[in-house]
T-cell receptor, first 117, second 113 residues
């Protein structure tokens, strides 16, 4: 059974619309992340959360907003969608994610493939 | 800044031949180094990671040695198998980084019969 569940697996959206990508992890981890994979940039860090607090943000656009309603949830809201947003969005988690990095392994979900037309 | 360089975008070789995928890095703080593997239509998953001592990590026949003097963490395997065909990412996590992991551009390995 997958321990990190991402929904939906596939999504087609219209330019200018808004979508939410869902992520839940059942590994008991304290840190969660979003990564994006497209042809232009193979695996790109977006956000990291630790104990539901934003730790790191690499995304330039405010159109991407992570939302953490529970410790094991980290959703990604994307507004005003553009064709360039087309990519596979991977949610990931690790045991810890704070300042004192101990080289925790990232575990990835299966991804949400977004196509913006 | 912190970065990872994988010079080969595509490596094609014949089953049974040795594999070596290059990875060099740049980091201000002594980082953790990883190799992740992604098979077609699957999620990336950890293949191996560097230890803080001098142990050489190994998994599924793959191994990598961290050379601080040359800032390298090349991935090697003595004999490629068809099932090794996948996308391989070298990754780095600086010790002061909130566990952020920087990925290289990836190397696509294609093993032919």
């Amino acid at each position: 059974d997958p321990k990190i569940i991402q929904k939906p697996k596939y999504l087609v959206a219209v330019t200018g619309s808004e979508k939410i990508l869902i992520c839940e992890q059942y590994l008991g981890h304290n840190a969660m992340y979003w990564y994006r994979q497209s042809a232009k940039k193979p695996l790109e860090f977006m956000f990291s959360y630790s104990y539901q607090k934003l730790m790191d943000n690499q995304t330039a656009s405010s159109r991407f907003q992570p939302q953490s309603s529970k410790k094991n949830h980290l959703d990604l809201q994307i507004t005003a969608l553009k064709p360039d947003d087309s990519a596979t969005y991977f949610c990931a988690s690790s045991q810890e994610g704070g300042l004192f990095n101990s080289g925790n392994t990232l575990y990835f979900g299966e991804g949400s493939r977004l196509i913006v037309v | 800044g912190d970065s990872v360089t994988q010079t080969e975008g595509l490596v094609t070789l014949t089953e049974g031949l040795p594999v070596m995928l290059n990875c060099t890095y740049q980091s201000t703080y002594s980082p953790f180094l990883f190799w992740y593997v992604q098979h077609l239509n699957e999620a990336p998953k950890l293949l191996l990671k560097s230890f803080t001592d001098n142990k050489r990590p190994e998994h599924q026949g793959f191994h990598a040695t961290l050379h601080k003097s040359s800032s390298s963490f090349h991935l090697q395997k003595s004999s490629a198998q068809l099932s090794d065909s996948a996308l391989y990412y070298c990754a780095l996590s600086p010790r002061n980084s909130n566990n952020r992991i920087f990925f290289g551009d990836g190397t696509q390995l294609v093993v032919k019969p």
